[in-house]
C-alpha cells in the first residue's frame, strides 16, 4: 500500500505543471517568485456562501452530527477488509438479520479499538454517536447477482441502467 501510494503521489507531482495550465485560463497565469495573479477558474457566476461558514446553528441541531452513511456491499469480507485493513477503521459491531436476508457492519476511524465497548448495547451506543461512521450492507445473494443488477454510482456511467444510457449526477463518493 506504501509503496503504491508514494508511487502514485511521484506521478501526480510529475505532473503538477501540466495539470496546472489546463485549468488556468489562457488570459491567466501561475503565481512566481515575483509576481502573483488570482486565477479565475470558472466563468460562471458562482452564489456567495460565506454565511454558510459563519452562520448560527440552527436551534434544535446543537447535538447533531453526521453519524453515519450506508453502503451496500457484495462482498462483506472484502469491504471489512479494505475499510479495515487499508483504511484503519474498526469493526464497532455487527447484527444479522436472517429473517430479512441481510447484515450490517459498522466501521469507524477509530484510533483505540479498546475504547469500543464489550456489551453490545455500548457498541450500538457507540456506533449512534461516532461521527463517520459506515454502515456497509450486506443483502444475501447480492454477491452472485449479474452486473445489471449493480448499483450505479450516479458518476458518469451506465452500470445497472437498463437502457445503457450514461447517468451524470448523483452519489459522488465517501471522504
Known amino acids: 500500500f506504501t509503496m503504491r501510494f508514494a508511487s502514485t503521489l511521484a506521478a501526480a507531482v510529475a505532473l503538477t505543471s ?11 497565469s501561475i503565481s512566481t517568485a515575483t509576481t502573483t495573479t488570482q486565477l479565475k477558474m470558472s466563468e460562471v457566476e ?3 456562501v460565506s454565511a454558510y461558514m459563519t452562520g448560527a446553528r440552527p436551534e434544535g441541531t446543537e447535538n447533531y452530527i453526521m453519524q453515519q452513511t450506508m453502503v451496500r456491499v457484495k462482498d462483506p469480507k472484502a469491504s471489512l477488509d479494505f ?3 487499508v483504511l484503519g477503521f474498526k469493526l ?3 447484527r444479522e438479520f436472517p429473517q430479512w436476508e441481510f447484515n ?3 466501521v ?14 455500548g457498541r450500538w451506543a457507540m456506533c449512534m454517536n461516532t461521527p463517520g461512521c459506515l454502515e456497509l450492507t450486506w443483502n444475501y445473494g447480492s454477491e452472485k447477482e449479474d452486473a445489471k443488477y449493480v448499483y450505479n454510482t450516479g458518476n458518469g456511467d451506465s452500470t445497472g ?3 445503457g444510457q450514461k447517468i451524470k449526477g448523483g452519489f459522488g463518493h465517501i471522504g
Open 104 to 106: 450490517v457492519y459498522f
Open 161 to 163: 441502467t437498463s437502457d
Open 83 to 85: 475499510y479495515c485493513n
Open 18 to 28: 501540466s495539470t496546472v495550465s489546463a485549468f488556468v485560463a489562457p488570459s491567466s
Open 108 to 121: 469507524a476511524p477509530i484510533a483505540d479499538a479498546s475504547t469500543i465497548p464489550e456489551d453490545e448495547d
Open 92 to 94: 464497532l459491531m455487527y
Open 46 to 48: 458562482q452564489p456567495d
